[in-house]
């Protein structure tokens, strides 16, 4: 009996010994708690690049907008192909990036054959641009761990390796279509825009012209859903000849937006040029047979 109360707590005391294993592991990596970017440097931030798998999107600040170089350098002053990106995304994208967070270290070094994706090709690397500044400042992010929670990432500076959560993840992405300000009249360039605004159209179909008036019937209703229209993003066939449709809004303080929409080689796509005359910026995107024929539906 007195064996088998002995036999009995061995078994109990290693019974609790393997259970307290899995709960009182310590995470013996350095933690502190940093910003990727100091806060107040966000203001001077001019230009933000992201590159991945030989693939760049380059953000640029100008007059306090944002926009996508879509790189086929057409403007005349910049020789840059600008379209206003979503400003809200790029202003929380950098309030993520100068939040203090916690970050482990890793490792002193990247060593071969690691896991970290951080120097196989596939790294995500982030550059920003401070106004005052030609250099740049470099952060490189590699694989998600295991758990898909956090991120390896290293700066530019160092070779040291850090885990951080994975919150910058809906930011870390080089698609276009996540980045646009949709909008064919983009509200990046006409903040709070409304039918208000606007004192009349001229229209140019095809050669033939024709004005559209507040005392039009419809007025307010053809505005309103012509400002929500969306495009489809950067063009990818070249124009053919003049354009089909001018619509040309005259705003109440004087100045203009026309939006010019041509033919393409893609029979189904048609490209649209927004000319905003306060500030002289040309927008090109493109549209699908559907959204052209729905403007034609509004205006003629």
């Not at 009182?24 to 940093?34: A, E, Q, V």
């Not at 005359?277 to 205006?299: A, C, D, F, Q, R």
Request: glycine share 4%; with cysteine.
């Amino acid at each position: 009996m007195k064996k088998l109360i002995i036999t009995s707590c061995i078994i109990f005391v290693l019974l609790v010994t393997y259970a307290a294993s899995f709960f009182k592991t310590t995470d013996k990596r350095k933690k502190m708690n940093t910003a990727l970017v100091n806060t107040k440097y966000l203001p001077s931030i001019t230009e933000i690049d992201l590159s991945q798998n030989g693939e760049e999107l380059r953000l640029i600040k100008q007059n306090e907008i944002w926009f996508l170089d879509a790189g086929s350098g057409t403007n005349p002053e910049t020789n840059l192909e600008l379209i206003p990106v979503e400003q809200k995304r790029v202003d929380n994208f950098l309030q993520e990036l100068s939040k203090t967070r916690t970050a482990y270290k890793i490792s002193d070094k990247i060593e071969k054959n690691n896991a970290y994706g951080l120097t196989d090709g596939s790294e995500l690397v982030l550059r920003y641009y401070y106004s005052s500044s030609e250099s740049y400042y470099e952060l490189i992010f590699g694989n998600n761990d295991f758990s898909q929670t956090s991120r390896y990432f290293m700066t530019g500076k160092t070779a040291a390796v850090y885990e951080i959560d994975s919150s910058l993840n809906n930011y870390l992405s080089l698609s276009l279509q996540l980045w646009y300000d949709p909008y064919i009249i983009s509200k990046a360039l006409q903040k709070n825009l409304s039918y208000k605004d606007i004192q009349r159209i001229k229209v140019d179909y095809e050669g033939k012209p024709s004005v559209i008036t507040t005392k039009a019937d419809g007025f307010v209703d053809k505005v309103s859903k012509l400002i929500d229209l969306r495009h489809g993003g950067k063009t990818e066939y070249k124009s053919i000849g003049s354009p089909e449709l001018t619509l040309t809004l005259e705003k109440g303080d004087k100045s203009e937006i026309t939006i010019s929409i041509f033919a393409t080689e893609n029979q189904s796509e048609y490209n649209v040029e927004t000319i905003h005359s306060e500030t002289g910026i040309k927008v090109n995107t493109k549209i699908s047979l559907w959204t052209y024929n729905k403007i034609k539906e509004i205006m003629l």
